[in-house]
């Protein structure tokens, strides 16, 4: 009995104390965890702002942006990546830095052609200073990057060698034969040309990724470790036919230095679609060269000059006033209408409608439409509006102005600016819009809205196929349609432009020769303009074809400066064997027409190895690639001449694959 009440009186001794370490123990937790919801609540913005906000950031991870192609698959621009080194010199261990630092030294001296003393000075420096994010050099493209990460030290990589690698991408035309005038650009605050136009397709989204503070103005990125991976853009297939864009800069080149012009302009719209399939703007810059810079095909609006005749008499056509059997009589080619002297530059006397278009008869356009509007100037007028001619064109590409032609509600009208309409005067239009009227008769009416894209693709796959948008379903009956191609065929014929007359292409077209600042003093300044389409009896293109300021003494005619350009180009971009055209201009192509043509070969990717695709065409290879799944980073344009990884290296899916081009 005194044994049990021993065993009990120890027992609940024991469990007293039990009791008691578990009361302390839960309410040293309690205050534990009160403490830590006491943190939670009110040192957060403290701990933030002193610790956090200060030692690390989110920092943008910039999105590759797309590809901009020409129609047939030709690299227009593209984004290459770069490589930033900085070298972490805190990580490098002292062994592997004193046993190596001389054979890197070297490697370094030949890369660069630096004396290896001079890179040694500088590491010792900084190792002292155990800089974490000195920056040894930016810029690199893939092949100077891949040597130098396999230096001695540098290959140990970032943990153990200190070398650190930022990646980012910059962007770079493919080719010289479209300039930044056409291509444009997008650096986030400017935008313009083809880049501006589709930049909402290329730029893609961001991304987001830490960065670590090594001082007070430089940040580190922590192993490239990404909060949000970017979506690169997607890519732009445009409506240039990179061939025919060729052709156009060659033959619009070679007439500006013949007669030591100014500038000029080259549009080529393809008739059943509205695509544009060239646009050239060259002017002289102050090293006499001719360059691409700005594009005046859509930002200056001109005053047309004899062009705009097509425009004033397709409108008395189609009203019923003039036919195929109205003539008028322009006299000596002088007549003065409402105090104003309206002159002709070829000949005089009877002229049938034809002739008029034919022989670019200001009187006889002047006659014609002043003798049945000028009582009623907004019947004629309302024409130009239901063709658009008073509305700025809705196309992608920023920066078209708005026409702008006199009415009768303008101070600036007098009884005298009808006539002046009638010949191209008292208007101001950019030639986009004058091309895609002329596009609108070759279609046999029909006006389709100028387009510059052709498709968007993404991984392969297409996003969006552009179709043609029609802006006018019915220009003009098809009797004033054909009156009015019959007689801009007589003028290539018979007319003004017959020297370029050919028997193995029937075109039609009308020239034009425009002065402008005519009221300033000085020699006068002429635009020469020639505006068609080709073949006549079943139209492919439309072409116009503008040149500034031409030197007068060498000639300033549309049928001298700006017709033989129009008939360069569609010889060279309709017929298998081009007519007069000199030898020299069918050799020294920066393109290489046959790279465009040959057949495409079967890439394949067997047993996870990489295949050998040095020598094939990158166009060609590329899709195929990202197709199969893989990333392709890409420079130049062309065949292949380096590829990364190496042939029977074992590559896996959405792995970088870095190909190098060249013509």
């Known amino acids: 009995m005194q044994k049990q009440n021993e065993y009990d009186n120890k027992r609940k001794k024991t469990l007293r104390w039990g009791y008691l370490f578990a009361v302390v123990a839960l309410c040293v937790f309690v205050m534990f965890l009160t403490r830590i919801v006491i943190l939670q609540n009110t040192n957060v913005q403290e701990i933030k702002d002193?610790?956090?906000?200060?030692?690390?950031?989110?920092?943008?991870?910039?999105?590759?942006?797309?590809?901009?192609?020409?129609?047939d698959g030709s690299i227009l621009a593209t984004t290459v990546m770069r490589y930033d080194i900085y070298l972490d010199f805190k990580t490098m261990k002292d062994t592997v830095y004193s046993n190596n630092i001389g054979a890197l030294t070297d490697s370094l001296s030949k890369m660069f052609g630096k004396p290896r003393g001079?890179?040694?000075k500088k590491f010792d420096e900084q190792r002292k200073k155990k800089n974490q994010y000195y920056t040894l050099v930016k810029g690199l493209d893939f092949d100077?990057?891949?040597?130098?990460?396999?230096?001695?030290?540098f290959k140990k990589g970032k943990n153990k060698g200190g070398f650190i690698v930022d990646r980012n991408y910059k962007r770079e035309l493919a080719t010289s034969e479209i300039g930044a005038g056409t291509i444009g650009m997008d650096n986030g605050e400017f935008s313009s040309g083809l880049e501006g136009a589709f930049s909402k397709y290329l730029r893609g989204t961001d991304g987001k990724r830490l960065e670590q503070r090594i001082n007070s103005s430089q940040w580190k990125p922590i192993d490239f470790w990404k909060v949000q991976e970017?979506?690169?853009?997607?890519?732009?297939?445009?409506?240039?036919?990179?061939?025919?864009?060729?052709?156009?800069?060659?033959?619009?080149?070679?007439?500006?230095?013949?007669?030591?012009?100014?500038?000029?302009?080259?549009?080529?719209?393809?008739?059943?679609?509205?695509?544009v399939r060239a646009m050239v703007n060259l002017r002289r810059n102050d090293d006499g060269e001719y360059v691409d810079s700005y594009n005046y095909a859509l930002k200056d609006n001109i005053e047309p000059g004899s062009t705009f005749k097509t425009i004033s008499l397709l409108a008395a056509m189609d009203?019923?006033?003039?036919?195929?059997?109205?003539?008028?009589?322009v006299g000596n080619g002088i007549w003065v209408y409402a105090k104003q002297r309206i002159s002709d530059g070829h000949g005089g006397g009877t002229y049938d409608i034809s002739d008029v278009l034919a022989k670019s008869s200001n009187v006889g356009s002047a006659k014609l439409i002043t003798k049945y509007y000028a009582e009623k100037?907004?019947?004629?007028?309302?024409?130009?509006?239901?063709?658009?001619?008073?509305?700025?064109?809705?196309?992608?590409?920023?920066?078209?102005?708005?026409?702008?032609?006199?009415?009768?509600?303008?101070?600036?009208?007098?009884?005298?600016?009808?006539?002046s309409i009638a010949y191209g005067y008292s208007t101001n239009i950019n030639l986009l819009q004058l091309t895609t009227f002329?596009?609108?008769?070759?279609?046999?009416?029909?006006?389709?809205?100028?387009?510059?894209?052709?498709?968007?693709?993404?991984?392969?796959?297409?996003?969006?196929?552009?179709?043609?948008?029609?802006?006018?379903?019915?220009?003009?009956?098809?009797?004033?349609?054909?009156?009015?191609?019959?007689?801009?065929?007589?003028?290539?014929?018979?007319?003004?432009?017959?020297?370029?007359?050919?028997?193995?292409?029937?075109?039609?077209?009308?020239?034009?020769?425009?002065?402008?600042?005519?009221?300033?003093?000085?020699?006068?300044?002429?635009?020469?303009?020639?505006?068609?389409?080709?073949?006549?009896?079943?139209?492919?293109?439309?072409?116009?074809?503008?040149?500034?300021?031409?030197?007068?003494?060498?000639?300033?005619?549309?049928?001298?400066?700006?017709?033989?350009?129009?008939?360069?180009?569609?010889?060279?971009?309709?017929?298998?064997?081009?007519?007069?055209?000199?030898?020299?201009?069918?050799?020294?192509?920066?393109?290489?027409?046959?790279?465009?043509?040959?057949?495409?070969?079967?890439?394949?990717?067997?047993?996870?190895q990489m295949p050998n695709v040095v020598g094939l065409i990158g166009k060609n290879v590329i899709p195929q690639l990202e197709n199969l799944g893989y990333r392709v980073d890409f420079k130049g344009v062309g065949r292949i001449k380096e590829q990364f990884p190496l042939e029977g290296t074992t590559i896996s899916k959405n792995q970088r694959i870095y190909l190098s081009l060249q013509n």
Not at 50 to 71: C, M, P, Q, V
Not at 234 to 242: A, H, P, Q, R, S
Not at 264 to 272: A, F, L, N, Q, S
Request: glycine share 6%; proline share 6%.
């Open 230 to 275: 970017p979506v690169d853009g997607e890519d732009v297939y445009t409506t240039l036919d990179l061939r025919i864009q060729d052709i156009a800069h060659s033959a619009l080149q070679k007439q500006l230095v013949n007669f030591e012009a100014k500038h000029g302009t080259v549009i080529v719209m393809e008739v059943e679609t509205g695509k």
């Open 377 to 419: 100037p907004q019947i004629f007028l309302d024409h130009l509006r239901r063709w658009k001619l008073f509305d700025k064109m809705d196309i992608e590409l920023p920066g078209i102005t708005k026409p702008k032609i006199l009415t009768p509600e303008s101070k600036r009208w007098n009884a005298a600016t009808l006539a």
């Open 438 to 608: 002329y596009n609108g008769v070759a279609n046999k009416g029909k006006m389709l809205k100028p387009l510059f894209i052709d498709k968007i693709m993404k991984d392969g796959k297409v996003m969006y196929n552009a179709k043609p948008e029609v802006m006018v379903s019915r220009m003009a009956s098809d009797k004033a349609v054909n009156m009015m191609t019959h007689a801009l065929t007589k003028a290539v014929e018979k007319g003004t432009a017959k020297s370029i007359f050919t028997p193995n292409l029937k075109m039609a077209g009308k020239t034009g020769t425009a002065r402008f600042e005519y009221w300033l003093p000085g020699p006068m300044k002429y635009r020469s303009s020639f505006a068609g389409f080709y073949p006549a009896d079943n139209p492919k293109y439309t072409c116009y074809v503008m040149i500034s300021e031409p030197n007068t003494s060498k000639g300033f005619y549309g049928a001298t400066v700006a017709a033989p350009v129009f008939k360069e180009i569609a010889g060279k971009t309709f017929l298998k064997t081009p007519q007069n055209i000199e030898r020299e201009m069918l050799v020294d192509k920066k393109v290489n027409l046959n790279k465009m043509v040959e057949p495409n070969v079967k890439v394949a990717v067997n047993n996870k």
């Open 319 to 329: 009203d019923g006033f003039i036919d195929e059997n109205t003539t008028v009589d």
């Open 144 to 153: 100077q990057y891949d040597r130098l990460r396999k230096f001695p030290i």
């Open 118 to 120: 001079e890179f040694r």
């Open 50 to 71: 002193d610790y956090i906000n200060k030692n690390y950031r989110e920092a943008t991870l910039k999105a590759a942006r797309g590809n901009l192609f020409a129609s």
